[in-house]
C-alpha cells in the first residue's frame, strides 16, 4: 500500500507560478513511477507529468502531456519520496483538481488532490 499527500496550490493570476508537492509513504521501494493528472468538472481527467523512479535507464525520465508541455516541471527526491510540480505561466485553462499519482505492483494510488485556481 502506497499513501500519498499532497501540499499546495491555491489561486493565483494568468502568468503566475504555483508549486505542487506530494510525499509518499508505505510501500515506497515498489514504486515505480509517480505522476501528476488534472481533471476539471465536465472534462476527463488528464496527464500532466510523469516521471521515472526504477530501471537503469528509465529512472528519471520524464514525460510531459500537450496541455502544459514548456510551462511544467516535474521533479522528485526519491531518498525523501517526494514529488514535486513546478507550474508556471499558468492559464485561466488550467484551473482544475490536480492529483499525485503513484504506480506501484500494477496499482495506482492517490493523493487527495490540491485545487488550483487561476482567475484575473
Known amino acids: 500500500q502506497v499513501y500519498l499527500e499532497q501540499s499546495g496550490g491555491g489561486s493565483v493570476r494568468p502568468g503566475g507560478s504555483l508549486r505542487l508537492s506530494c510525499k509518499a509513504t508505505g510501500s515506497t521501494d515498489s514504486i515505480t513511477l509517480m505522476k501528476w493528472v488534472r481533471q476539471s468538472p465536465g472534462k476527463a481527467r488528464e496527464l500532466v507529468s510523469l516521471i521515472w523512479r526504477s530501471g537503469p535507464t528509465t529512472m528519471n525520465h520524464t514525460n510531459y502531456g500537450d496541455s502544459m508541455k514548456g510551462r511544467v516541471t516535474i521533479s522528485q527526491d526519491i531518498a525523501k519520496n517526494t514529488v514535486d510540480l513546478q507550474m508556471r505561466d499558468l492559464e485561466i485553462g488550467d484551473t482544475a483538481m490536480y492529483f499525485c499519482?503513484?504506480?506501484?505492483?500494477?496499482?495506482?494510488?492517490w493523493g487527495q488532490g490540491a485545487q488550483v485556481t487561476v482567475s484575473p
Open positions: 499519482g503513484a504506480h506501484a505492483n500494477a496499482v495506482d494510488y
